[in-house]
T-cell receptor, first 112, second 120 residues
Framework: EDQVTQSPEALRLQEGESSSLNCSYT??????LFWYRQDPGKGPEFLFT???AGEEKEKERLKATLTKKESFLHITAPKPEDSATYLC?????????????FGRGTQLTVWP | GAVVSQHPSWVICKSGTSVKIECRSL??????MFWYRQFPKQSLMLMAT?????????EQGVEKDKFLINHASLTLSTLTVTSAHPEDSSFYIC????????????????FGDGTRLSIL
């Protein structure tokens, strides 16, 4: 079965202190790896899709990278508004209709 | 683009009543919709998947008679929690995706803002 493990579970950063979140995955033929941001009491907000090892995508202070076993979400000079839970999910070749397997997320807190 | 609206955002009701939650894709046609349940500080647990024109597929352990799903159209899916009890209290989230006109089948799911259900 496809599996996703995210680390750390929680991360506290001072504003401006760059860091990375990790997503390790096991999947039978990766069709896509997805990053989402979830604010408290809200649904996840789509950030990125990565399809193959070596691919990178950026959006403002976020950059997602992908290898054959893991993905990293790099946060450069974070601001308090970046505080949220970041979820990673994978879709394998065996997934029907776009089913995703989610990790438990990394809860990021950025303090001023 | 890719906006999904979920209603209501929260509901409180007595034990034994049925509750209906709506999920609408506002600016695209959703060929597939998903219903999730999320417990505090936990990830999303998929309950069921519904594809246009066919019955919903439920995950193992999810009672289909308890959680009724109707994918009424390409823009609307509903989840009805029948005879709700306090243990059904949770955060329910829907998502939608579309494969229409896409050569790339790896389209992301787009999520609603969830429904907080509290059963007294």
């Amino acid at each position: 079965e496809d599996q996703v493990t995210q680390s750390p579970e929680a991360l506290r950063l001072q504003e401006g202190e760059s860091s990375s979140l990790n997503c390790s995955y096991t999947v039978s033929g990766l069709r896509g790896l997805f990053w989402y941001r979830q604010d408290p009491g809200k649904g996840p907000e789509f950030l990125f899709t990565l399809y193959s090892a070596g691919e990178e995508k950026e959006k403002e202070r976020l950059k997602a990278t992908l290898t054959k076993k893991e993905s990293f979400l790099h946060i450069t000079a974070p601001k308090p508004e970046d505080s949220a839970t970041y979820l990673c999910a994978v879709q394998g070749r065996g997934s029907t209709l776009g089913r995703l397997y989610f990790g438990r997320g990394t809860q990021l807190t950025v303090w001023p | 683009g890719a906006v999904v609206s979920q209603h209501p955002s929260w509901v409180i009701c007595k034990s034994g009543t049925s509750v209906k939650i709506e999920c609408r894709s506002l600016d695209f046609q959703a060929t597939t919709m998903f219903w999730y349940r999320q417990f505090p500080k936990q990830s999303l647990m998929l309950m069921a998947t519904s594809n246009e024109g066919s019955k919903a597929t439920y995950e193992q352990g999810v009672e289909k008679d308890k959680f009724l799903i109707n994918h009424a159209s390409l823009t609307l899916s509903t989840l009805t929690v029948t005879s709700a009890h306090p243990e059904d209290s949770s955060f329910y989230i829907c998502s939608a995706r579309s494969d229409r006109g896409q050569t790339d089948r790896n389209q992301p799911q787009h999520f609603g803002d969830g429904t907080r259900l509290s059963i007294l």
